[in-house]
């Protein structure tokens, strides 16, 4: 589809199908109807109803102020779109463009957005998750159970693992007055994202509110009574804890598997894509009519050396659906790059951290402004000597100056004093646990030897 | 982006020859963004330029911040947050805010809606039959007097004397030792010690009686930062007077200025009663009441648009040329209340963004909506209509409008 009158064609009456019907389809769907294009539109999506947002189902909706249903996604223009909602994709066919239902149909496109997302990551043991007080929060569903649950006032609630969702929970336990023990396999809350030093001050916030926070322990065992209900949890240092609600909050699986045998490049990292949101194939050449975003694209940003990034964040998922939607409707010459800067919120505890960056691309950290004990104060985070990232404590007013510092590349430590100068002004290393952007164990082989044959396979296809 | 020496340009914006029509000068100043003046200062005028420098932490709002002393705006007392920097004005500001809006106080600007459009329409009321009224004298002006008053917990008995207090206050801010007569500025001297005092009174009388009015609030505050002693509690209600008066009498006057100069956009607003609300974002892009944000310190070195603005210098920002920047705005001279994306500097932005805006936007659109409803084929007896001295603050002084039908 490259010349300017099949291009206009399309516009006019092409066939877009969209799988995954959440914020970056939704949004996605928006932009291409505001971007002018007037063929058929189809919004494939395995959950029921409308589009709705997950940032409230681990705050608002738990605390009882929203309920589960009151978060559907506000439309900011008619899509007219046909929905396929209740059945997932299965499978997608580029050698005839189908989209491959579960329940067997087929849906042919001309060009297709991927924005599947993620999904929660569930207790290990299969028999353990099913006990009835043990939940996941991705979907609206599992918000709603969790809120009834704590509605109903258990005597203790156990979180297991301590990122922004797991500490947003348990922040809602402790607004309720529900006690509430923290199990956290790394050192710090947080740590994985924002490393050590904030880990450390989110550790602080965590007691100081009164959660029995438990870090460098790992939970082994989900223990049930008779009726099947939780009853009590088991740590590998042989300790046990009893409670009645235990929220797995272990991060999320990306909804890849639907793609295996399609000839693109996803897998648990995600479906790998250009800066225009197109995918890539297996062997890393970009495909024309294949796009991606949200929670599932792998994108490379340039500020970051290029590295594909996955990012579990709102604002992107935003973004790309609207750089996704622009590209399907035009020719190179007038493809954007999505080339923001990553944003991130979360609200626990009564502080309101948001970042700027990527924390994890980062070997230092430095306060810059504010006082850490008072908990507001942005840290500025560095990468052999320039700001790659920022990260405030009810500071937030400040990010806007902290992205262009990391657009311009700026020298770290930033140099010049602020009027809130912190006590402590010297950069610290980040450390995070464990390698972070390295991938976990290949996924893929290389084959053949000449230039003209030399192919990438995907290791699942390969050693099955 | 470079920096070059053009003092004649301030000086002809600042002048007061220029107060009716000062967008062309500022169109001449953006070809320097960021420019250094004879005297060390520099002068913002772009958008980008402007956005930066609101949100860059190395700027100060703390006089003491500059190497030349300025003379001080707040003659005693102490400073209000305005003019502080965090951590003192994060916390200042935070307390205020509790008793002002969401999250702790979401409905306020709703509750005060049945107030405010009834103090317009007793203000309307008393023009009735009048030929000819004046905008600012008749409605703009009396008008944020009585919501603040209202809001601060003033009793109704006293507002008169309030009044006077404001006027003389507000009067002498511009003062200009040239042509003024002293009287003026002494007028003004003691009308800030005579407020300082009544409020003081007033803080008095709310220890230990919780209230619903902002003064018995703070009074009585157990928020997380504690209370505000009796002389911030004084400052902050200060600023809300000030920072919110003169301001919003500007926003009425040029909102009817300039519905007076579009006609067909009148038309449709009587039509059209929600059209206000984004008439009122576009009023506050295209005739602004705060022109000028006349300094800020550079508390170390700033580098903006690749010009480093050197410890201590004063910086001025042009915020009503950065809402007129054709890089950031389409059509940027033309008044088009259905723009979109609208994101004016009218409000300033960053930390010291106005903290009145809601309230400041719900009064413009109840007075301009009760103007347009109630005004007999309005038209300008003069255009253009007479000028405050203030470049900062600019507006007319009288808005003098006649109704054809009597
Ligand atoms: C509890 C929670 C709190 C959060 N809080 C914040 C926050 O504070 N700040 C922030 O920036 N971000 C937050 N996020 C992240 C944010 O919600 C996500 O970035 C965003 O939802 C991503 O949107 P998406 O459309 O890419 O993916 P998703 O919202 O995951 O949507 C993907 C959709 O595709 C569907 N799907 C999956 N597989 C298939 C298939 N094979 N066929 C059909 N449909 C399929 C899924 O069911 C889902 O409906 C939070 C997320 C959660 C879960
Ligand atoms: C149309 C009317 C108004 C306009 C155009 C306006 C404009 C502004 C601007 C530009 C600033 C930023 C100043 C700076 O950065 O130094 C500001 C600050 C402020 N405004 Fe307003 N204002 C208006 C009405 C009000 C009202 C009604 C109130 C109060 C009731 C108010 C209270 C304040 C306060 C307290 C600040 C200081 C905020 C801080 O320093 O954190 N304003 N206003």
Redesign the pocket.
């Known amino acids: 589809m490259t010349s300017a009158d099949n291009l206009r064609a399309f516009r006019r009456d092409g066939r877009i199908v969209i ?9 996605a769907a928006e932009s291409l109807r505001a971007e002018g294009f007037t063929g058929s539109l189809t919004m ?4 029921l109803g409308e ?1 709705y ?7 608002q909706v738990l605390t009882g102020w929203v309920p589960a249903g009151g978060t559907t996604l506000p439309r900011r223009r008619d899509i007219n779109a046909e929905w396929l909602l209740g ?4 499978g997608l066919d580029l050698a005839t463009d189908h989209v491959r ?2 329940d067997g149909r087929e849906v042919p496109f001309d060009r297709v957005l991927i ?6 990551r569930p207790w290990f043991v299969e028999s353990e998750a099913a006990l009835d007080g043990v939940f996941v ?3 609206r569903e ?2 709603e159970g969790l809120q009834r649950a704590l509605a109903a006032g258990p005597s203790r609630v156990l979180v297991i693992g301590a990122g ?2 797991g500490s ?1 929970i348990a922040s809602v336990c402790r607004e309720r007055d529900i006690p509430v023990t923290v199990a956290e396999l790394a050192p710090y809350p947080l740590v994985g994202a924002l490393g050590a030093m904030i880990g450390e001050v989110a550790a602080d916030m965590q007691r100081a509110h009164g959660v029995d926070l438990r870090c460098g322990v790992k939970v082994t065992q989900l223990e049930g009574d008779a009726q099947g209900r939780l009853r009590r949890a088991h740590f590998d240092d042989g300790s046990t804890i009893d409670a009645d609600v235990a929220v797995v909050a272990l991060g ?1 699986i990306r ?1 890849t ?2 793609l295996q045998g399609s000839g693109l490049a996803a897998g648990v990292w995600g479906i790998a894509c250009d800066t225009g949101c197109r995918a890539m194939d297996l062997n890393g050449l970009i495909t024309d009519d294949v796009f991606v ?5 792998r994108c490379p940003n340039p500020v970051y050396e290029y590295r594909l990034i996955s ?7 935003v973004e ?2 609207e750089v996704a939607a622009h590209n399907m409707l035009h020719g190179q010459a007038e493809r954007w790059p999505h080339l923001s800067i990553p ?5 626990q505890f009564g502080v309101n951290i948001k970042s700027v960056g990527v924390p994890t691309f980062a070997d230092e950290v430095v306060v810059t402004q504010g006082s850490v004990s008072g908990h507001r104060f942005v840290a500025a985070y560095g990468y052999q000597g320039r700001v790659t990232a920022a990260v405030t404590f009810n500071n937030a007013k400040w990010l806007d100056h902290y992205r262009r510092l990391i657009e311009t590349a700026a020298p770290f430590p930033p140099p010049c004093p602020t009027p809130d100068q912190p006590v402590d002004t010297k950069p610290v290393p980040v450390d995070f646990p464990g390698p972070t952007l390295l991938a976990q164990g290949a996924t893929v082989v290389v084959t053949g030897h000449d230039p003209g044959e030399r192919r990438v396979t995907a290791a699942h296809q390969h050693h099955r | 982006m470079t920096t070059t020496e053009t003092p004649d340009m301030l000086h002809r914006i600042l002048d007061y020859s220029s107060r009716s029509d000062p967008y062309p000068l500022y169109a001449e100043l953006r070809r320097t963004p960021v420019a250094r003046q004879d005297d060390g200062s520099y002068v913002i005028s772009t958008y980008r330029e402007l956005a930066d420098i609101l949100h860059n932490p190395h700027l100060s709002s703390d006089v003491r911040n500059l190497s030349h002393p300025m003379p001080s705006a707040e003659a005693g007392g102490t400073p209000s947050f305005i003019n502080m920097d965090p951590p003192d004005h994060d916390r200042l500001r935070r307390m205020a805010m509790r008793h002002f809006g969401p999250p702790h106080t979401p409905g306020l600007v709703t509750a005060l809606e049945p107030d405010l459009t009834a103090t317009v329409g007793g203000l309307l009321d008393d023009c009735a039959g009048k030929e000819q009224i004046d905008i600012v004298d008749d409605l703009a002006y009396p008008f944020p007097v009585s919501v603040i008053c209202h809001l601060l917990g003033v009793p109704r008995e006293d507002e008169p004397r309030f009044r006077v207090w404001v006027n003389d206050l507000i009067n002498s801010i511009d003062y200009d030792p040239r042509t003024d007569p002293k009287q003026k500025l002494d007028d003004g001297v003691q009308a800030r010690q005579d407020l300082r005092e009544y409020l003081g009174g007033l803080v008095e009388q709310r220890h230990g009686r919780p209230g619903d009015d902002l003064l018995a609030r703070l009074a009585n505050d157990d928020g997380p930062d504690g209370r505000m002693t009796d002389e911030e509690i004084i400052s902050t209600a200060n600023l809300l007077l000030i920072a919110g008066h003169e301001t919003t009498v500007n926003l009425i006057a040029n909102g009817m200025l300039t519905l007076l100069r579009h006609p067909q956009i009148l038309e449709r607003l009587r039509g059209e009663p929600d059209l206000v609300v984004p008439l009122v974002e576009e009023l506050l892009r295209y005739e602004p009441p705060v022109h000028i944000i006349p300094w800020r310190a550079a508390y170390s070195d700033v580098t903006v648009a690749d010009t480093v603005i050197p410890q201590g210098s004063q910086v001025m920002l042009m915020l009503a040329s950065g809402s007129r920047d054709p890089d950031r705005f389409h059509d940027p001279d033309r008044f088009d209340p259905d723009r979109s994306d609208n994101q004016h500097l009218g409000f300033g932005s960053g930390i010291h963004l106005c903290f009145g805006g809601p309230l400041a936007r719900r009064e413009a659109q109840i007075a301009l909506t009760e103007l347009v409803r109630r005004l007999d084929r309005p038209s300008l007896v003069a255009d253009p209509p007479p000028y405050r001295r203030s470049p900062v603050l600019r507006g007319p002084i009288h808005l003098r409008v006649e109704q054809n039908g009597g």
């Open positions: 799988v995954g019907a959440s914020l970056a389809g939704l949004r494939i999506g395995d959950e589009p947002d997950r940032p409230p189902l681990s705050k059945v997932p994709a299965s239902l579960a924005s599947t997302g993620v999904r929660a929060v991705r979907t599992h918000a922004f969702t947003e999320g909804n598997e639907w975003a949200g929670d599932v694209a990012l579990e964040h709102w604002a992107n998922a790309q659906a944003r991130f919120w979360s609200i």
